[in-house]
């Protein structure tokens, strides 16, 4: 074990890193000499440049933040000034170039939200409820310059609750990481543990999401369709399009596993699947705020027995 402080940069962007970041400043193994996150962002109404989640956390604890726009030959530099002993990297939403790699003493740790090498890419979470999983978990890597390809070195396992959302899923992730992160990497640098090579061949990729991945088809079976709703909660939200208005389905679940209503069609709550039903709890019409099934029908009566795009 090292007897003086790690000198540890840290790069992440979205609030889910925010745990494992928050774990690293309060060990005192680790001296974190620097925070790298994306640069601020125009959003909202009046395209105001938003700060990252890392960056206004790193700011909380006059940590130095850097918001390079790619990582450049610039950056390089900057970072072998610096002389990082570590870099951990979890969400940082961009992809490291190989020469960068070598700097640290103890390498690039990625923190990855899935067991890989299942779900490798920027969508784990919604790709391991999508594909059913019942377990998924949090994979530390040494990173190389290929994408989540790089030796593991732990894997902790978790199990999915059949009800959870990607949200939800995310933040217990999340806090799954960060209760580990300083044991991993203090018993990896403590040569206790040692990175495997990856099982490539059984590699699988989840791709970025895009809005019309949410759209729901009814011909599919009602098990995959709450598969959606649940994998794409909160965003982009799961939706359907009736009467030319586009309908959020934000709560549902499983109705009668009976094929007793068409695909796409409705029977009060119930919208008939290629295999079963689901019975709509909460729905959100475009310009309005959810609203129950029951407050949903009784201003729209015509949805009761009606067909569905």
Not at 233 to 260: C, Q, R, S
Request: neutral net charge.
């Amino acid at each position: 074990m090292p007897h003086s402080p790690i000198k540890t940069i840290f790069m992440g962007t979205p609030a889910i890193t925010l745990p494992v970041f928050e774990a690293l400043i309060n060990d005192r193994h680790f001296e974190i000499v620097g925070a790298y996150t994306q640069p601020d962002r125009p959003v909202g109404r009046h395209s105001e440049p938003m700060p990252t989640p890392v960056k206004v956390h790193a700011q909380k604890y006059d940590i130095p933040v850097y918001q390079p726009e790619r990582i450049d030959e610039n950056t390089i530099s900057q970072l072998r000034l610096i002389s990082p002993d570590l870099v951990v990297v979890f969400a940082y939403s961009e992809i490291l170039p190989k020469e960068i790699l070598s700097i640290s003493k103890y390498g690039f740790v990625n923190i990855h939200p899935s067991l890989l090498p299942r779900h490798r890419g920027p969508a784990p979470i919604v790709s391991a409820i999508l594909s059913g999983d019942e377990v998924t978990g949090v994979s530390y890597m040494l990173m190389d310059e290929k994408i989540d390809h790089g030796p593991i070195i732990k894997q902790i396992e978790y199990n999915i609750n059949s009800n959870v959302t990607a949200g939800a899923l995310t933040q217990e992730l999340a806090l799954l990481a960060a209760k580990n992160v300083s044991d991993v990497l203090l018993k990896y640098i403590g040569g206790k543990l040692t990175p495997r090579e990856q099982n490539h061949n059984e590699a699988t990729y989840s791709p970025f999401l895009k809005r019309v991945d949410a759209r729901l088809d009814w011909n599919q079976s009602a098990e995959t369709i709450m598969r959606q709703i649940r994998a794409f909660n909160p965003w982009p939200g799961t939706y359907f399009t009736w009467k030319g208005k586009k309908i959020k389905v934000t709560k549902a679940e499983l109705g009668p596993d009976e094929d007793i209503i068409s695909p796409g069609k409705t029977a009060g709550d119930l919208v008939g699947c290629g295999n079963g039903s689901i019975r709509l709890i909460e729905v959100q019409m475009e310009g309005k705020r959810p609203a129950l099934i029951k407050e949903f029908l009784n201003g729209h009566k015509e949805f009761y027995k009606t067909s569905l795009d």
